[in-house]
């Protein structure tokens, strides 16, 4: 069934569907954006940090790196969550020709959930030698005795959400569909579960939240597994720690805002991570947290001013400004920069 008539379908069968009930349809059903699409590149719909730069790979691959001739120092497992086009996972491992031992202690695993984009991947990592990389679909990784390196850059912005404001009371967004106009329109429900309302308490002195239970869920996951088969988790995504003002979730279709209901199936939808829960989960766990900082910071702490001069020298004035516009993105303030969050959790 297209995207459409599975809206329909559902919104007939419930009476009104939520948010996040409609996110998961126009995300992850069959003909879902993320299972059959290409999302991402100048001709599709985003771009993405690695995608704006070789620079952001490197940082992060350096990052890594580091962190293993450190604190590990023998075999262990490179997991990225949601590789994309597969240019993040090559950039490091490019940068990686610097320790061959890194090289050579790697067992490398994908989560990837779209079938074209595995192909993608597949392809830039024929350009090394790794004798197996290994595809899973969900976060389900058998135990093999090897700490982790796990990392993931706008992972968890795609994940569904549910949305609620509060008028004196909180009341929940709804989507429901009109045949005679052929329409989706919102409504809106007062919230009376005892559950929701206890989790909606921590934003009363604001007046929107937006709740991902699946996102939490799949966090928990991750910290889990670190913390029985030890490593490191390096997250990157869109997100805040204090309370939202406003609700974040928006559709990007050919590199245009858009709304919720245009395009359905074909357009990204997501929306801002909320890292306090991050932080809670991890707490729960006993992880520790080595950072949580904006992208700008990390960026720059981590050498990417030094990385772009050492690019721009002996280049013509075209490359070294283009350059420049590429280091401005990852880092402005208005562009990547700040909306952009890093968390660092570990267990070793
Ligand atoms: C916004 S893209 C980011 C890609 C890449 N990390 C980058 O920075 O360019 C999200 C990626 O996560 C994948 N993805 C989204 N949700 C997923 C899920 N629940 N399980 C596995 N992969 C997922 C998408 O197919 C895509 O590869």
């Not at 090559?90 to 090289?103: E, P, V």
């Not at 004196?168 to 009109?178: A, M, P, Q, V």
């Not at 074909?266 to 949580?292: E, G, M, P, R, S």
């Amino acid at each position: 069934m297209k995207i459409k008539e599975l809206l329909i379908s559902q919104i007939k069968k419930k009476g009104k569907i939520n948010v996040c009930q409609f996110m998961e349809i126009c995300q992850f059903s069959d003909y879902g954006y993320y299972i059959k699409n290409e999302p991402i590149g100048k001709k599709n719909d985003f771009i993405t940090a690695p995608e704006v730069s070789q620079m952001f790979g490197e940082i992060l691959g350096g990052f890594l790196i580091n962190y293993w001739d450190q604190k590990i120092k023998k075999e262990f497992n490179l997991i990225e969550l949601g590789p994309g086009t597969g240019a993040l996972i090559s950039d490091i491992l490019r940068t990686a020709n610097i320790n061959r031992n890194f090289l050579n202690a790697i067992n490398i695993i994908l989560i990837e959930k779209n079938k074209s984009l595995i192909k993608k991947q597949k392809n830039i990592l024929s350009n090394f030698n790794f004798d197996q990389v290994n595809w899973i679909q969900e976060f389900n990784i058998k135990k093999n005795n090897r700490p982790s390196i796990i990392y993931s850059n706008e992972f968890f912005d795609c994940f569904p959400i549910r949305q609620f404001f509060k008028k004196n009371k909180w009341y929940e967004k709804f989507i429901n569909y009109n045949e005679i106009e052929d329409i989706f329109s919102f409504i809106s429900e007062e919230v009376k579960s005892k559950k929701i309302l206890k989790d909606l308490e921590k934003f009363n002195n604001v007046e929107v939240a937006e709740i991902s239970e699946s996102r939490k869920k799949y966090f928990e996951l991750v910290c889990k597994y670190l913390k029985e088969n030890k490593g490191i988790f390096v997250t990157i995504d869109y997100g805040y720690n204090d309370p939202l003002k406003n609700l974040s979730l928006q559709t990007i279709h050919n590199h245009n805002k858009t709304h919720l209901f245009e395009n359905l199936g074909n357009q990204d939808i997501t929306a801002y991570v909320n890292f306090n829960d991050f932080l809670d989960i991890a707490n729960q766990h006993n992880l520790k947290i080595d950072l949580f900082c904006n992208q700008n910071d990390f960026l720059i702490d981590c050498g990417l001013k030094e990385r772009k001069e050492k690019l721009q020298k002996d280049k013509n004035e075209k490359t070294m400004k283009k350059i420049e516009l590429e280091y401005e993105r990852l880092t402005n303030s208005s562009q990547m920069g700040e909306i952009f969050k890093v968390l660092v959790i570990s267990c070793l």
